[in-house]
């Protein structure tokens, strides 16, 4: 069976398509890893609502907008960064805690990876929707991931104050995980740009030097 790209122009039905099975599967077991063994399960709750959405609006858009296999791979990887870092509050994750002792940093960077991840695996998803979902001109295409990236990140560093300092304020420290540096969300939004940008990079590196052509219906 084909893998299949943003340029390949038939999707594979859910039933025969083994690689989405097989994302989907490892998703639900990373899932329920981060379920079964969390060690807050009210932080767990509050960082899997944005989890559920993401997967609703995937099952929902499945029979009219399909995405390609590589999507699907890159959207799932980040789905299992994220659910992996709502098994343990952000500031407390296991690998972020390896990753000072390794790289003999003060803080538990956990958080700024998956917010790097946001941009760096899902600008290609946002750009093969711009081209192939809603037919947007190629210029469009290149730039919209990253201000798509920019006004997300922005707002959920909005959501996050809600719901830490208005809402649910005994999550407040678990949930934001700012670790005392008053600059995080800041740093954060710009890691997320800078990996939306860095993909854009990459996925004009290859077009360029494979020489593959786009239009708005069959496009990298």
């Not at 979902?133 to 201000?147: D, M, Q, R």
């Not at 005392?180 to 077009?207: E, F």
């Amino acid at each position: 069976m084909s893998f299949t790209i943003a340029i390949t122009p038939h999707r594979t039905a859910l039933a025969k398509n083994y690689w989405l099975l097989g994302f989907l599967i490892v998703f639900v077991l990373v899932w329920l890893n981060s379920f079964l063994y969390t060690s807050d399960m009210a932080n767990w709750r509050l960082e899997n609502v944005l989890t559920f959405v993401a997967i609703v609006f995937l099952i929902a858009t499945y029979r009219k907008f399909r995405f390609s296999d590589l999507s699907y791979l890159l959207i799932a990887v980040f789905l299992c960064l994220h659910v992996y870092g709502s098994k343990h509050a952000y500031s407390e994750n296991p690998f972020g805690y390896w990753l000072m002792e390794v790289l003999d940093t003060p803080r538990n960077h956990y958080d700024r990876i998956v917010h790097f991840s946001f941009g760096f695996l899902l600008a290609y998803p946002m750009r093969e929707a711009c081209l192939k979902w809603f037919g947007f001109p190629k210029w469009v295409a290149w730039l919209l991931p990253i201000e798509i990236t920019l006004s997300l990140s922005g707002f959920y560093e909005i959501v996050e104050w809600l719901v830490a300092d208005v809402f649910f304020n005994a999550q407040g420290d678990a949930f934001l995980g700012t670790q005392g540096d008053i600059w995080d969300a800041q740093k954060d939004i710009t890691l997320a740009v800078s990996g939306a940008i860095i993909a854009t990079s990459i996925v004009s590196l290859l077009k360029r030097t494979f020489k593959i052509y786009e239009s708005s219906d069959a496009s990298i």
